[in-house]
């Protein structure tokens, strides 16, 4: 029977000690009264406000939850979401207050102090304090040095100031933190930053070690087209030109989406070499391999109306129309075909069948992360900072309107 009644003794103390710890967690005694500290989250200013917040309304959002703190001024949370809202409206000043008053409060975690820096580092690189967010990502470093966020901001500074060995030494941690399926994306991104520095290189008059660096990309990823295009620029500058079209004529192969970038490069040392079979073949090669490449068409018809060929050069211009009648690049060199033809008649007509209703527009092309558009090839998307990613977009005459 005593036996009994200690066990449960026992157990009512340790029911009464888990009641006074949640009690403890949830209520805070401040002025004199009991404060619930879960009434920030569970009022419907709270709830209201990460509605709007999901509905990327940022005005309202930051009204609503700015009346729920004062529910709780001591909401961690509340304060962290509407710092970050801030940054996002550009009010750049108020989000570092917030974030800063946040980091002097006592008996933080490792984690929330993690967290708080981060987006301090965030909320300075937004106002272009460089030096003030590399500070402050390199402090969560120290406290987490696995944390992901903060070593890509930190490659991204290093990358828009252009040192591109700290971004590369950055770029490596996190390949080495990374799942197996995620290494490709790494690896491609490690190429390109090699290929940084091979161009630095020439930049600094050291071509050994360009090529050196050159050559890395391409180790590191075979569809590294940065790493080919300068190389064999470099090849063809001291005089290779052999090797220079050799290295070039990789490309077509291995990313067959940006051979269009090797044309100019090709027809221009063929003609140094006194070669004026290579480049047509080319052009013809790639016409085979991919019977909707507008871009070799138009490069193809160019030659041919350079060479005194106005009206081979008007098919292939005109089938170059076919599948993309909106290039105005296409179009300049038609009328400089049909100019040197005296505007025949039957060819203006053919010409203006195909392009009844067309949109001119230059070659755009588009980020597959966030859909910045450009009108040139990027390697690295100056909105999202992404490498890689662009991609050419059709744009239809109804999307332009």
């Known amino acids: 029977m005593d036996d009994s009644v200690g066990l449960l003794a026992a157990l009512v103390a340790l029911l009464a000690g888990l009641a006074v710890g949640k009690a403890w967690e949830r209520y805070k005694l401040r002025a004199g009264r009991w404060i619930d500290l879960r009434r920030a989250r ?11 917040l999901v509905s990327n309304q940022l005005d309202p959002a930051i009204e609503e939850l700015n009346t729920a703190v004062g529910l709780d001024a001591d909401a961690l949370e509340l304060h962290l979401i509407l710092g970050n809202l801030y940054r996002e409206k550009g009010q750049v000043t108020r989000a570092i207050q ?35 967010a590399l500070e402050a990502f390199t402090e969560v470093l120290r406290i987490d040095g696995a944390n992901r966020q903060a070593l890509s901001n930190l490659e991204k500074l290093h990358e828009e100031q252009q040192q591109w060995h700290e971004a590369r030494a950055i ?33 600094q008059a050291d071509p050994a ?27 063809r500058r001291e005089g290779r030109l052999a090797e220079a079209i050799a290295t070039w004529d990789r490309v077509p192969g291995i990313a067959p989406d940006r051979a269009y970038l090797i044309l100019d490069r090709v027809e221009r040392a063929s003609r140094e070499l006194g070669d004026d079979e290579r480049f047509p073949a080319l052009c013809r090669r790639l016409i085979d391999a991919n019977p909707q490449d507008w871009r070799a068409r138009l490069a193809l018809g160019r030659h041919l109306a350079d060479r005194g060929d106005p009206s081979a050069a008007l098919d292939l211009l005109f089938e170059s129309l076919v599948h993309n009648p909106h290039a105005l690049s ?58 890689n990613t662009f991609v050419e977009e059709r744009i239809t005459p109804a999307e332009e309107h």
């Open 42 to 52: 569970e009022s419907p200013r709270y709830l209201l406000g990460l509605n709007m």
């Open 209 to 235: 070690e360009a090529v050196s660096r050159f050559e890395a990309a391409i180790a590191l990823d075979e569809r590294a087209v940065p790493a080919y295009l300068d190389l064999g620029d470099l090849q």
């Open 330 to 387: 296409v179009h300049q060199v038609v009328w400089q075909a049909l100019a040197a033809l005296r505007f025949d008649e039957s060819r203006v007509r053919r010409y203006t069948e195909l392009t009844s209703g067309a949109v001119f527009y230059r070659d755009p092309h588009v980020c597959m992360q966030c859909r910045y558009r450009s009108t040139e090839l990027l390697w690295q998307c100056p909105q999202c900072h992404e490498w």
């Open 98 to 132: 917030l974030h800063q008053q946040a980091l002097q409060r006592p008996k933080l975690t490792r984690g929330e102090q993690a967290y708080l820096l981060l987006c301090l580092g965030l909320d300075f690189k937004r106002g272009g304090f460089v030096d003030r």
């Open 171 to 203: 770029r490596r941690r996190l390949a080495a933190m990374a799942e197996p399926g995620e290494r490709p994306r790494h690896q491609a991104i490690l190429a390109f930053l090699e290929a940084r520095l091979g161009v630095q290189a020439l930049e």
